[in-house]
């Protein structure tokens, strides 16, 4: 069955440094995600990207972030430069259709820290 | 602006026993619900989802969930736990047809953890 992957899957930075995680959406699929999951809370939203551009952001996705689709699987996160409140679990995640009514695919997460 | 509730952390029952796991949510128009469950260390994985028709919706592992449009809840059930449903379930909500100013992007809820003891 295919699956949404992600790497790495633990992160280990220092504040002020840029990171990327990356993600490998499934293959079909035209919309892109990124949630957050910040330990023992919600999942948080960050942005959606359809045919090659940000469809939607919260407010959480400012310009400490941004979003890149190099090629035509990988799909990636870059944040310019960490926080110690950026330390979470971060998921990607893909669907076939627009996820008002399609279920989304998640990744196992990248797992965050920043010292 | 949509939001959803997950009224409870934790939900404990034995193994065997009915389970259920609530949820309800607030939406301006119609609601697309959905349930998703995470195990230890992977990502949130679809369990199943309301979009129109019968208000009883089956999906994967057993589960199933009643939408009641009324009560404005969609509460997760199993008719027999088994200790591998041990985890944590989310509910999540977009605007389906007839929202104005909604996103299409699912708001979860806080999650609840399904502890089933043997």
């Known amino acids: 069955e295919p699956e949404v992957t992600q790497t790495p899957s633990h992160q280990v930075t220092q504040m002020g440094q840029e990171v990327i995680l990356r993600c490998v959406p499934i293959?079909?699929?035209?919309?892109f995600y990124w949630y957050r999951q910040i330990l023992g809370q919600k999942v948080e939203f960050l942005v959606s990207?359809?045919?090659?551009?940000?469809?939607?952001k919260s407010e959480i996705f400012d310009d400490q972030f941004s979003v890149e689709r190099p090629d035509g699987s990988n799909f990636t996160l870059k944040i310019r430069s960490t926080k110690l409140e950026d330390s979470a679990m971060y998921f990607c995640?893909?669907?076939?259709?627009?996820?008002?009514?399609?279920?989304?695919?998640f990744g196992p997460g990248t797992r965050l820290t920043v010292l | 602006a949509q939001s959803v509730a997950q009224p409870e952390d934790q939900v404990n029952v034995a193994e065997g026993n009915p389970l259920t796991v609530k949820c309800t949510y607030s939406?301006?128009?119609?609601?697309?619900l959905f349930w998703y469950v995470q195990y230890p260390n992977r990502g949130l994985q679809f369990l199943l989802k309301?979009?129109?028709?019968?208000?009883l919706v089956k999906g994967s592992y057993g589960f199933e969930a009643e939408f009641n449009k009324s009560q404005t809840s969609f509460h997760l059930k199993k008719p027999s736990a088994l200790v591998s449903d041990s985890a944590l379930y989310f509910c999540a909500v977009t605007e389906g047809v007839g929202a104005s100013g909604g996103s299409y992007i699912p708001t979860f809820g806080r999650g609840t953890s399904l502890i089933v003891h043997p």
């Open positions: 293959s079909n699929h035209l919309y």
């Open positions: 309301y979009i129109t028709g019968d208000n």
């Open positions: 939406v301006s128009g119609n609601p697309y």
């Open positions: 990207f359809y045919n090659n551009e940000i469809s939607e």
């Open positions: 995640a893909s669907s076939v259709g627009l996820a008002g009514s399609n279920e989304q695919f």
